[in-house]
């Protein structure tokens, strides 16, 4: 709290202090009231949401249906909203203009692990770590093996991937260093959904910071204490139950 009034005081402050500076010497900013359309245009947004959460998960609905239902409720928004024709294509391509860098780090963060995969270098880096990992104590293995996923997340920033391929080698492992498989487990969390937030290979990461207009060494340097401390925790909360400190 105390950092966003001084932010406020003085704007300069801020990390992003220049690219609020280009925000203000942009377009203007007019003000727009909450006209019936704009209630109808928001109830059509929050039954998008609703169709799909029904979608996806009694339908199994993916990326093709999804984006469906968003250009449906584009074209739906644009006909309430009382837009012509060519003040929704100006609409969509300027709104396209502002993601299309957002979509072309994301694709060179996918190229990235498709050079990885293909060249089989996942692999030797599973194979590598395991074999390093497996001459600590189980205490040691633990929080190895949070550091393995979070190195392994560089390369396979998908949860569910990084699970289908890690997990089946660090099972047996935990099982022969006397590690319960639960915090194996746990060190897959942490170490999946913590570096999330710091690897360029996360194109929900890279995306956002360049919709936000981030720049991702200012957003390396502002997050790299947090980043710190949320380790050290999480080394502290995979130490208890590998050590055998904790309370039924």
């Known amino acids: 709290m105390w950092y966003a009034k001084r932010i406020e005081k003085e704007p300069s402050k801020s990390p992003i202090g220049f690219i609020n500076a280009e925000f ?3 377009e203007d900013v007019k003000e727009l009231n909450l006209s019936a359309r704009r ?8 039954a998008t949401l609703a169709g799909i959460m029904i979608g996806a998960m009694n339908y199994d609905w993916y990326i093709i249906e999804l984006a469906g239902l968003f250009v449906l409720l584009g074209v739906a928004s644009a006909f309430v909203g009382g837009l012509s024709l060519s003040q929704t294509v100006k609409s969509f391509i300027r709104g396209a203009q502002d993601l299309l860098m957002a979509a072309l780090i994301i694709g060179f963060s ?14 030797t880096v599973l194979y590598s770590m395991s074999n390093a ?3 600590f104590s189980p205490v040691i293995a633990a929080e190895a093996m949070f ?4 190195v392994i997340n560089f390369f396979i920033p998908s949860g569910s991937g990084q699970a ?4 089946p080698l660090m099972a047996p492992l935990s099982d022969l260093l006397d590690v319960s498989r639960q915090t194996a487990v746990l060190s897959y969390q942490f170490g999946d959904g913590l570096f999330n937030l710091i690897i360029p290979t996360s194109g929900v990461t890279m995306g956002i910071l360049e919709i936000a207009r981030i720049p991702y060494n200012v957003w390396l340097k502002w997050i790299a204490g947090f980043m710190l401390i949320m380790i050290v ?7 208890i139950p590998a050590s055998g400190w904790y309370v039924w």
Not at 110 to 123: E, H, M, P, R
């Open 133 to 135: 990992v497996g001459d």
């Open 110 to 123: 996918k190229a990235i692990l498709v050079v990885a995969s293909d060249g089989k270098i996942i692999d």
């Open 164 to 167: 289908a391929i890690t997990m």
């Open 24 to 26: 203000e010497h942009g």
């Open 147 to 150: 550091i393995f996923q979070g």
């Open 233 to 239: 925790v999480s080394m502290i909360l995979i130490f």
């Open 39 to 46: 209630k109808v245009i928001l109830l059509l947004f929050f």
